[in-house]
């Protein structure tokens, strides 16, 4: 297994329980300013592959994060940080200030994933929990928040031992609930721009199923997507089945209704504004001969641009209305159209100036050959909202290659295609993606400070 290969025997003691039990605090005295950065981060790589192995093997479901968040505020805090816990949940917000300077916040998201996981890793999670209906269910890091908090603080240990490098203030974010959208909503709620320094600039990572280990992927302008998650409620007339010319069929309205929507994408909105209209779920009726009085649709809306969203979300109510109508039901049985606006989340876009900065950043620090250009996808991450506040921060956040690159390479030459994010079989190079993204946020941290 890989874990062999990168651990030694001594850590390898550890998975067996004590890491469980005993925290691994990372030592700042790794390096000094005259040391390449490269060098130290390799110094750092065991310390920080024992970190990611014991967060890996306790991930925390969103509003649950406990004892991550009491971790990562322990590792800012043995750093030097003054840190605050509970914040917006359990966020937790390091602050160091090093003189005079930009003020520069790096997130992460802490959350895991209802997963049981099938990696076969030896490392592999094996949490089982109560979800909110009280089933028990898996939980896993399946979308890489373990490599982004040891990233997180594998970069902040970085930044103090460089400190003579930089003049500023460095704000460490470890967010929670990013799964679910509530996370970053609650700590801008809770005032972390206002209670702390207003960023200057914020930068996030996040691991990609798609990009080999080594590489990093930028992307300026709209990276990810708004996401909305929208139930109606289609009424009728039930009956007998024998009798539907008595009813008015509310599963037929669904039928009708469900091909409709796809017109909004196809030919309401331009075809050069990407958005999607999925019905991920339909259910009504009981019994094969019963014409049931309501069916129950739950769609996923995704688009870049907010003026686009908009027009979806007034499309799908105009048209489940009109179907309504047609069909002759009274006004009491219109559709009911629900915005979950508490999990709505806003699309990501990279501050083009701020991209481009933090990409020739990386290109120095790994090699030009390193950095790719990633595409823009219709997933959805509530990082945007910290360049959507009343002070207008600018951000970026990239693409960190997690994809073992021999299997990578075999993927390509095969055609086959990888497990994705969220995938119970996302099983990431930790070592050499921690070692990109802890070098790639450093360094362009780094120069953000002495622009």
Known sequence: MLIYKLLPSSAMACLQGSLLALP?????????????LSSSVNKALPQLESLYIHLHQNPELSYHEKNS????????????????????????VGIFKNGKGPTVMIRADTDGLPIIEQTGKSYASKVTTLDASNNKVGVMHGCGHDIHMTSLIGTAQQLMQHKADWKGTLMMVAQPAEEVGGGAKAMLKQGLFSQFSTPDAVLGLHVSATIPAGKVGA?????????DSVDIKIKGKGGHGAYPHTTIDPIVLAARTVMALQTIPSREISPLEPNVVTVGSIHGGSKHNIISNEVMLQLTLRSYNPDVREQQIAAIKRITKGIAISAG???????EVNV????TIPSTYNDPMLAAKVKASIEAEIGTDNVLVAPQVMAGEDFGLYGRTAEKVPIT???????????YADSVAKGDTLPSLHSSQFA???????????????????DLFNQ
């Open 329 to 335: 039901l009274p006004e009491e049985l219109m559709p």
């Open 428 to 446: 990431p190079d930790y070592r050499l993606t921690i070692s990109t993204g802890v070098r790639s946020m450093t360094r362009a941290a780094i």
């Open 397 to 407: 956040l990239f693409w960190l290659g997690a994809v073992e690159p021999q299997i």
């Open 24 to 36: 691994i605090i990372l030592n700042p005295a790794f390096a000094n300013a005259n040391v390449p």
């Open 219 to 227: 992307i300026s302008g709209y990276a990810l997507a708004n996401v």
């Open 69 to 92: 968040s009491a971790r990562m505020a322990q590792e800012l805090t043995s750093l030097g940080f003054t840190v605050t816990e509970n914040f917006g949940g359990y966020g937790v």
């Open 340 to 343: 979950h606006d508490d999990e």
